[in-house]
């Protein structure tokens, strides 16, 4: 299962998020939930640092499950529309499959 959780401050800003985990819907190279969540996350991050112009610090790690984790987030409009649009992209994956994705926000 991919776990995504993004922390948002006490102004209501997201600061960090994180996901770990694979899908695991189906066999490797088939799996639509994995690639549906990597798109989404991969766009965001990019999206920080071409459209918002401020780089965010990233840790991944491919291995070992899986993991990303996305700090320092500009509280600046654009990067929080940005992540705003990451979470409900994955909402949306997570209301068709539940079973793979599980999203959390934590304060």
């Given at each position: 299962?991919?776990?995504?959780?993004?922390?948002?401050?006490?102004?209501?800003?997201?600061?960090?998020?994180?996901?770990?985990?694979?899908?695991?819907?189906?066999?490797?190279?088939?799996?639509?939930?994995?690639?549906?969540?990597?798109?989404?996350?991969?766009?965001?991050?990019?999206?920080?640092?071409?459209?918002?112009?401020?780089?965010?610090t990233?840790?991944?790690?491919?291995?070992?499950?899986?993991?990303?984790?996305?700090?320092?987030?500009?509280?600046?409009r654009?990067s929080?529309?940005?992540?705003?649009?990451?979470?409900?992209?994955?909402?949306?994956?997570?209301?068709?499959?539940?079973?793979?994705?599980?999203?959390?926000?934590?304060?």
């Amino acid at each position: 299962m991919i776990k995504a959780i993004f922390r948002v401050g006490a102004d209501h800003h997201y600061s960090a998020f994180q996901l770990t985990g694979h899908a695991d819907s189906v066999d490797e190279g088939y799996d639509l939930v994995c690639a549906g969540v990597s798109s989404l996350t991969l766009a965001c991050v990019n999206a920080l640092t071409e459209v918002a112009h401020h780089a965010p610090t990233q840790t991944a790690n491919s291995k070992d499950g899986g993991f990303l984790k996305i700090t320092a987030i500009d509280a600046g409009r654009d990067s929080q529309v940005i992540c705003q649009t990451l979470l409900n992209g994955l909402l949306d994956i997570q209301d068709q499959y539940g079973q793979y994705l599980q999203v959390k926000i934590k304060e």
